[in-house]
């Protein structure tokens, strides 16, 4: 899977907590290996036509696009990120 980043998701990324990198790597390892898997609460956003939501914890989550061989990775951050897709 070819994984494509914005620059406002490699910004908003340094950006974390240490702790909320190593749990985001941790989840993104099981997402490439399974999107679908339960743990990561993927969700298509509201009021979107192909942007999706995965959970990094109760407070994080990343939004994200499936694109030709691969994913985009759009934002990151607290869950309020979720207001701007």
Do not use: C
Not at 25 to 46: A, Q, R, T
């Amino acid at each position: 899977m070819i994984v494509h980043q914005s620059s406002g998701f490699k910004k908003a990324y340094k950006n974390l907590p240490e702790n909320i990198r190593k749990q985001f790597d941790e989840k993104f390892h099981l997402f490439i290996s399974n999107p679908k898997h339960p743990s990561l609460k993927v969700k298509k956003m509201v009021s979107t036509k192909d942007i999706f939501e995965a959970r990094i914890s109760k407070n994080y989550r990343w939004t994200f696009q499936f694109v030709k061989g691969g994913v985009k990775l759009r934002h990151i951050g607290a869950h309020d990120i979720l207001r701007r897709p």
